[in-house]
């Protein structure tokens, strides 16, 4: 059984920084491309940045790119997205995902694991 649990949320100001982690407790968490979504109060659940087994490949939605980073520590079976620049329209629950897809898709139908999610909120 895969389980995810997200760490890290908050509240910050525009501008701010925050990075929110990931743990998967899973053997062979090598095996598994990790995403992050997320879902703002009366909105559709979106794609954020997913990263690949090695960490090596990873892919953005283009309403983060340059301001989100997404890692891996295959160490220490945890993803984090680092955050920086927040902006009010970044306020969301952001769940991880976790997949045995081969390259780190945003398709939420390839990701059967999920988390609880952790909440963020971003003042203006």
Request: some cysteine; hydrophobic content about 35%; glycine content about 8%.
């Amino acid at each position: 059984q895969v389980q995810l649990v997200e760490s890290g949320g908050g509240l910050v100001q525009a501008g701010d920084s925050l990075r929110i982690s990931c743990v998967v407790t899973r053997r062979f968490f090598e095996a598994y491309a990790v995403a992050w979504f997320r879902q703002a109060p009366e909105k559709e659940r979106e794609f954020v940045a997913a990263v690949g087994r090695r960490g090596t490949d990873t892919n953005y939605a283009d309403s983060v790119k340059g301001r989100f980073t997404i890692s891996r520590d295959n160490a220490k079976t945890a993803v984090y997205l680092q955050m920086n620049s927040l902006k009010p329209e970044d306020t969301a629950v952001y769940h991880c995902a976790a997949s045995t897809s081969s390259v780190p898709s945003s398709r939420q139908d390839l990701y059967p694991y999920w988390g609880q999610g952790t909440r963020v909120s971003v003042s203006s």
